[in-house]
């Protein structure tokens, strides 16, 4: 595979179309998030993001120093120490949980040559938990850390050995992706 960054970013962009992110939306995933990133104080980390997004009575940016005492009033607990609207814009901010289809039955073609020649169109169709798995797929690094899991999944749907496109003689060059 030569350009595997070309072909998923086409495949993403395809696929932004027709799903939306899930985001975190309440402290307890948020924690979880800091503890998996590696911090150590999963409070800090959320009160720094907190700054330029959680506001006072007033309606003002509180402070780094507010956001965490109010972590400390509140026995800074999970659940704890963010109002649920600040809470829901930092995970706004933060990376996406999943992303679901906008609709239950999605289609991707893919377009492009083997060899430097015309290859007919590449079309699967997805539906219900098969669609959510694929969408998910498209945004997940996948075992080769590129998402390119999702492009096996079509291929494997049109009918031909997922590795048969990827290498060799009959790799496929993706030109274009369409989603619907």
């Known amino acids: 595979m030569h350009n595997n960054n070309g072909r ?3 495949l993403r962009a395809a696929v932004d179309g027709i799903s939306k992110p899930v985001y975190m939306t309440d402290l307890g995933q948020i924690a979880d998030y800091y503890r998996d990133k590696g911090e150590k104080d999963w ?3 959320t009160a720094r993001d907190l700054v330029g997004i959680a506001k006072n009575r007033k309606g003002e940016d509180m ?5 965490r005492r109010r972590f400390e009033a509140r026995g800074g607990k999970e659940g704890t120490g963010g109002s649920k609207k ?3 814009a930092l995970g706004q901010n933060l990376p996406a949980t999943s992303h679901v289809p906008t609709q ?5 073609t893919v377009r492009g040559t083997v060899g430097g020649k015309y290859h007919s169109p590449v079309t699967a ?18 075992s080769s850390g590129t998402g390119m899991n999702a492009y096996q999944m079509i291929w494997d749907d049109y009918g031909v050995d997922e590795d048969l496109f990827e290498d060799g003689d009959y790799e496929l ?3 274009g992706v369409s989603a619907s």
């Open 63 to 67: 402070s780094y120093r507010n956001i």
């Open 86 to 88: 600040d809470i829901a």
């Open 173 to 175: 060059e993706v030109e």
């Open 8 to 10: 998923i970013d086409k």
């Open 43 to 45: 409070k800090s980390a």
């Open 125 to 142: 169709t997805f539906s219900g938990s098969d669609a959510i798995a694929f969408v998910n797929e498209v945004y997940s690094p996948g």
């Open 104 to 108: 239950n039955t999605i289609t991707v």
